[in-house]
Each structure stands twice: as C-alpha cells, then as structure tokens.
C-alpha cells in the first residue's frame, strides 16, 4: 500500500476513481463530474506524465492491484511562488478508509513536496465540516489560515471551502513524532 507515483499507464485507473469521486462527493472537489467526464483521455494521460521537473505529480495506492486512492501535488512556476505546492484530488474510497492509507498518502506528498528544490510549504483547500479530513490534515502539520464562503456552488446550494497550510520545515518534527509511534 505504499503510494507509487501514478504515471500514464495508469490513466484509465485514475480516470474512473476521480470520476467516482466526483459523483460520491460533489462538494469535496471544486470540479464537477460532468466537467471531468468529458475531457479527453489525453488529459488525464498529461496529467500523470513523467519528468523530473512536472507541474503536476499525482500518487496512489494499490491494494490487491486496484488503485485504492489517491493525492495529487501541484507546483507553483512562477518566481515569486515556487516555494509553494497544492495538495489537490485527495480521494479514498469508503472501503479503503480508515486502514492507514490515507495518512500514508498524505505523508508520501509531504516528502514529495520536500523533495522538490525550494518547496517550503504546502497549501489545499478542503470544505468546510469534514472533520475527518481536517483532522488528517492536521495530524500532519496543516494548520487553517482562513475560510472562505460561498467558494463553491454544489446543486442549488453552496459550500465554503477551509483553507490550510503546513511548513514544510517544522513538518520534519511532526513526521519523526508520527513514524516513533
């Protein structure tokens, strides 16, 4: 179960669990699935591509050899905001949750973002109330910085979305507490 990063190959896997996340929890996701279903396959293809520098890098797990979740990071390119990476498209499906395999998702981010030169901290967006969610954020260093209202309109109703932020350099401490235990 210890996340791999996802690469072309895996498209057709990472397609058909987003898409499932998106139907299951159209206010956790700021994209809708109508909007993800019909983008091309090549999308997603490019969105898992390999390099050493990408934009993006999007990590799952595999338990029996299904993907059973998956997080993605994206990096800022821009001068003044390259010290910043996004937590994006964090999904566990209910019948892998609460075995560990989100923390390890999380954690194998964190590293990620660490391991790319000038990366000092990493930020996400998450809706407000999902307690089980802040709380894995927040066992891993994320600490809120503001609430938004109203940032995403769901149905006939809106949702407000939690902002969260965790520096990179004190994660160091939270991680050697978490991997003592």
């Known amino acids: 179960m210890q996340p791999v990063r996802l690469n072309p190959s895996h498209a057709v896997e990472y397609r058909g669990l987003m898409l499932e996340a998106y139907a ?3 206010d956790a996701f700021t994209s809708s699935l109508t909007e993800r279903a019909c983008l091309p396959f090549s999308w ?3 969105r898992l591509a390999e390099g050493d520098t990408p934009g993006e890098i999007v990590l799952g797990s595999f338990v029996s050899g299904q993907l059973a979740g998956v997080v993605g990071l994206s990096f800022e390119r821009r001068e003044k905001i390259r010290h910043k990476a996004t937590l994006f498209g964090m999904y566990v499906p209910a019948g892998f949750r609460k075995t ?3 923390t390890r998702l ?3 981010a964190l590293d990620s973002a660490k391991a790319r030169p000038g990366v000092s901290l990493v930020q996400l967006t998450m ?3 999902n307690r089980a969610a802040q709380a894995l954020y927040q066992r891993h260093g994320f600490v809120s910085f503001g609430l938004e209202p109203n940032a ?3 149905g006939d ?3 407000s979305k939690l902002h969260m932020w965790c520096n990179l350099a004190s994660q160091k401490h939270t991680d050697l507490i978490e991997r003592s235990q």
């Open 24 to 26: 299951q929890h159209p």
């Open 44 to 46: 997603w293809e490019q």
């Open 100 to 102: 560990g395999l989100g």
């Open 106 to 108: 999380v954690r194998q």
């Open 127 to 129: 809706t407000d109330g």
């Open 152 to 154: 995403v309109a769901v």
């Open 157 to 159: 109703g809106f949702v």
